[in-house]
């Protein structure tokens, strides 16, 4: 894969983590996409991530992605389907929430439709990278204000 149509991001606090989420806006999965590998104590969403760095124009494209959250404790899920479902989740957000007692917190996954995941971990550490070719994207999305 091309050095120039690679997106590798990492972030250790909270400024960081708004441009990830900014990038990671409107990416699209499926609950399968998602997992959270106790042992290695990371929480892993691969997603097809619009590619907003392009700006507007034809060069509308969509690129395979992926968000690891390390240092990670615990996740929740609310409002999402089970992890057999055939259903298309679309990310809105990544927010982090600081914890009791520092550097801990809780990253929050906000889908579209109010799904959420909260993923608890010891520390903000999250690094988004693609992980494909980008390819043409037929629609840019759009949101009501």
């Not at 983590?17 to 999965?29: E, F, H, M, N, R």
């Not at 619009?50 to 690129?63: H, K």
């Not at 999402?80 to 009791?100: F, N, Q, R």
């Amino acid at each position: 894969m091309s050095q120039a149509n690679t997106l590798r991001l990492m972030a250790v606090d909270a400024d960081d983590l708004k441009i990830i989420s900014a990038a990671c806006q409107d990416g699209v999965c499926k609950p399968a996409d998602i997992a959270y590998e106790a042992r290695k104590r990371r929480f892993l969403i691969e997603f097809n991530r619009f590619r907003w760095e392009n700006g507007e124009g034809d060069a509308q494209q969509r690129v395979r992605s992926a968000l690891s959250l390390e240092d990670v404790t615990g996740v929740k899920a609310r409002g999402l389907p089970p992890k057999s479902a055939d259903l298309v989740l679309s990310l809105m957000s990544v927010e982090w929430e600081e914890g009791g007692e520092a550097p801990s917190g809780q990253f929050r996954l906000i889908f579209a439709g109010d799904g959420e995941l909260v993923v608890s971990a010891d520390c903000l550490d999250a690094t988004l990278v693609d992980v494909s070719q980008p390819w043409p994207a037929k629609n840019r999305p759009a949101h009501k204000e």
